[in-house]
Nanobody
Framework: QVQLVESGGGLVQAGGSLRLSCAAS????????MGWFRQAPGTEREFVAA????????GYADSVKDRFTISRDNAKNTVYLQMNSLKPEDTAVYYC??????????????????WGPGTQVTVSS
């Protein structure tokens, strides 16, 4: 099974940017649909973005559309989440997820089989 580790989180002011990375132990990352989810204090985990095996299809939550961009570099076994125009409500632990069964898995968290431990993103106002 694949191991996932997120990095790139931190503290930024509102309007700033961060790029998160998800490094996978599996060298054949192209066989996994990938997604990003987040969980803020006192809330349920919510969908952020998803990307197909080859990177040809992407999807976003309405709350981050036009601000966040998901991408992948299968040669580096890495998935990215570029976050621009950050808002305080983006503050959360961000999780990378993988689905070995699908081309594209979208927003339903139960479709994903593997999860990273998360990285904290804090946006100050």
């Amino acid at each position: 099974q694949v191991q996932l580790v997120e990095s790139g989180g931190g503290l930024v002011q509102a309007g700033g940017s961060l790029r998160l990375s998800c490094a996978a132990s599996e060298r054949t990352l192209s066989s996994y649909a990938m997604g990003w989810f987040r969980q803020a204090p006192g809330t349920e985990r919510e969908f952020v973005a998803a990307i197909s095996r080859s990177g040809g299809s992407t999807g976003y939550a309405d709350s981050v559309k036009d601000r966040f961009t998901i991408s992948r570099d299968n040669a580096k076994n890495t998935v990215y989440l570029q976050m621009n125009s950050l808002k305080p409500e983006d503050t959360a632990v961000y999780y990378c997820a993988a689905d070995p069964k699908a081309y594209y898995s979208g927003s339903y968290s139960l479709r994903y089989d593997y999860w990273g431990p998360g990285t904290q993103v804090t946006v100050s106002s």
